[in-house]
């Protein structure tokens, strides 16, 4: 590509080792609000939700 005379940088992947590379973050937020919403939907069959 580059000796067409197209650009193609070449991306180095960073992060993997904190679970910070692409969509890796987005996935740990997203499980952590299923959890916290799993709990709260158990809070509320059990009772403890009351309004």
Same mark, same amino acid.
């Given at each position: 590509?580059?000796?067409?005379?197209?650009?193609? *940088?070449?991306?180095? *992947?960073?992060?993997?080792?904190?679970?910070?590379?692409?969509?890796?973050?987005?996935?740990?937020?997203?499980?952590?609000?299923?959890?916290?919403?799993?709990?709260?939907?158990?809070?509320?069959?059990?009772?403890?939700?009351?309004?």
């Amino acid at each position: 590509i580059n000796n067409a005379g197209y650009a193609s *940088p070449i991306r180095t *992947p960073r992060g993997r080792d904190i679970l910070a590379a692409c969509g890796q973050l987005k996935s740990e937020s997203e499980r952590m609000r299923k959890v916290d919403r799993l709990a709260l939907e158990a809070m509320m069959i059990a009772g403890h939700g009351e309004a």
